[in-house]
T-cell receptor, first 115, second 116 residues
Framework: AQSVTQPDIHITVSEGASLELRCNYSYGATPYLFWYVQSPGQGLQLLLKYFSGDTLVQGIKGFEAEFKRSQSSFNLRKPSVHWSDAAEYFCAVGADGTSYGKLTFGQGTILTVHP | DAGVIQSPRHEVTEMGQEVTLRCKPISGHDYLFWYRQTMMRGLELLIYFNNNVPIDDSGMPEDRFSAKMPNASFSTLKIQPSEPRDSAVYFC??????????????FGSGTRLTVV
């Protein structure tokens, strides 16, 4: 079965600083990978996704993520953080076979942005 | 499309009462998921449906929980009787899968349930 680990529970950055949120997955074949963001009191919104091809994917709100098969990672990055990026971020992995259709989510990383 | 629609947004009920949460998925999506989110346990998958058929309900915590999907445009999650530990935000999500690819979930805004 696939699994997802987000090693950082809480990250604090200053506005304008760069950001990298870590995500490691466990799955034998090529996974389908996603990043979601959840603002307080809201549902989860899809930021970006990776299926195949170019390992650097662009998403909404200026976010990007890079798939590194050798490291089983799919880290989320943003060059300059805005105060409105403060939220909780979830990495998720999808799979074929018996888990077809089902995503497994990480525990989430809470991002705090200081002015 | 209006997205995934959940109702009610907030529900406060007394312990022992029946609670019904409702979800309308995006038209054309063939998967529907019910999640529960708490501070302690994060996001938990309760049950999911494919083409209105329950596929995996192993996350349903107890017999007090039940879910139905009578048609492609409507699903319910029922808790009977409700208990204070059921207090959480319940999310519904839908997705479209083609071949072996899942094109990501679209989540509803959630129902915040408080059982007193």
């Amino acid at each position: 079965a696939q699994s997802v680990t987000q090693p950082d529970i809480h990250i604090t950055v200053s506005e304008g600083a760069s950001l990298e949120l870590r995500c490691n997955y466990s799955y034998g074949a090529t996974p389908y990978l996603f990043w979601y963001v959840q603002s307080p009191g809201q549902g989860l919104q899809l930021l970006l996704k990776y299926f195949s091809g170019d390992t650097l994917v662009q998403g909404i709100k200026g976010f990007e993520a890079e798939f590194k098969r050798s490291q089983s990672s799919f880290n989320l990055r943003k060059p300059s953080v805005h105060w409105s990026d403060a939220a909780e971020y979830f990495c998720a992995v999808g799979a074929d076979g018996t888990s077809y259709g089902k995503l497994t989510f990480g525990q989430g990383t809470i991002l705090t942005v200081h002015p | 499309d209006a997205g995934v629609i959940q109702s009610p947004r907030h529900e406060v009920t007394e312990m022992g009462q029946e609670v019904t949460l409702r979800c309308k998925p995006i038209s054309g999506h063939d998967y529907l998921f019910w999640y529960r989110q708490t501070m302690m346990r994060g996001l938990e998958l309760l049950i999911y449906f494919n083409n209105n058929v329950p596929i995996d309900d192993s996350g349903m915590p107890e017999d007090r929980f039940s879910a139905k999907m009578p048609n492609a445009s409507f699903s319910t999650l029922k808790i009977q009787p409700s208990e204070p530990r059921d207090s959480a935000v319940y999310f519904c999500a839908s997705s479209l899968a083609q071949g072996a690819r899942v094109y990501g979930y679209t989540f509803g805004s959630g129902t915040r349930l408080t059982v007193v």
